[in-house]
T-cell receptor, first 108, second 114 residues
Framework: DAKTTQPPSMDCAEGRAANLPCNHS???????VYWYRQIHSQGPQYIIH???NNETNEMASLIITEDRKSSTLILPHATLRDTAVYYC?????????FGAGTTVTVRA | GAVVSQHPSWVICKSGTSVKIECRSL??????MFWYRQFPKQSLMLMAT?????????EQGVEKDKFLINHASLTLSTLTVTSAHPEDSSFYIC??????????FGPGTRLTVL
């Protein structure tokens, strides 16, 4: 399984963009990058996924480097409700394996 | 996004009893569902993969006779914790995979065994 590396924690200011990095240097050509987040005591919430191209939806943008060895999730205008653990996952064999993720704290 | 429900959201039971947790995909059919367990301050751990109409596939170290999984329809999977003990107390989360495939998660079930 391709593994991912994320910083354990990061703070960001309310109203500012939050840029969450993820390294996945062993990703295979047909593996997708998925992002989920988990707010305390809730099930994970799907955010976005991508293969090669950058992707954007109503929640976030996903920037994948050309060599696909890393990606960045961008929350354009962070709010207090975005405080959560964010997981970057390389999708392999139809099973999502969760690492430790990045604990993001949005501060007023 | 697609909606996955779980019932109950929390349950307290006595040691030795069995507890059933239901997972439903509300607006799509899911041939594959997954069950995870999460202990406090830890990440999610995959327990088993449930395929409609066939036996579940359990991850290494998960006792299949203790955690019974049934996926009888394209919208329903159940997890039964048999003869529950305090060490089984945890947050159990299911997910369902849509055709994309993207996994959507339920809200979780908090199990406390006294």
């Amino acid at each position: 399984d391709a593994k991912t590396t994320q910083p354990p924690s990061m703070d960001c200011a309310e109203g500012r963009a939050a840029n969450l990095p993820c390294n996945h240097s062993t990703i295979s050509g047909n593996e997708y990058v998925y992002w989920y987040r988990q707010i305390h005591s809730q099930g994970p919430q799907y955010i976005i996924h991508g293969l090669k191209n950058n992707e954007t939806n109503e929640m976030a943008s996903l920037i994948i480097t050309e060599d696909r060895k890393s990606s960045t999730l961008i929350l354009p205008h962070a709010t207090l409700r975005d405080t959560a653990v964010y997981y970057c996952i390389v999708f392999n064999d139809y099973k999502l394996s969760f690492g430790a993720g990045t604990t993001v704290t949005v501060r007023a | 996004g697609a909606v996955v429900s779980q019932h109950p959201s929390w349950v307290i039971c006595k040691s030795g009893t069995s507890v059933k947790i239901e997972c439903r995909s509300l607006d799509f059919q899911a041939t594959t569902m997954f069950w995870y367990r999460q202990f406090p301050k830890q990440s999610l751990m995959l327990m088993a993969t449930s395929n409609e109409g066939s036996k579940a596939t359990y991850e290494q170290g998960v006792e299949k006779d203790k955690f019974l999984i049934n996926h009888a329809s394209l919208t329903l999977s159940t997890l039964t914790v048999t003869s529950a003990h305090p060490e089984d107390s945890s947050f159990y989360i299911c997910s369902a995979r849509d055709p994309v495939p993207t996994q959507f998660f339920g809200p979780g079930t908090r199990l406390t065994v006294l």
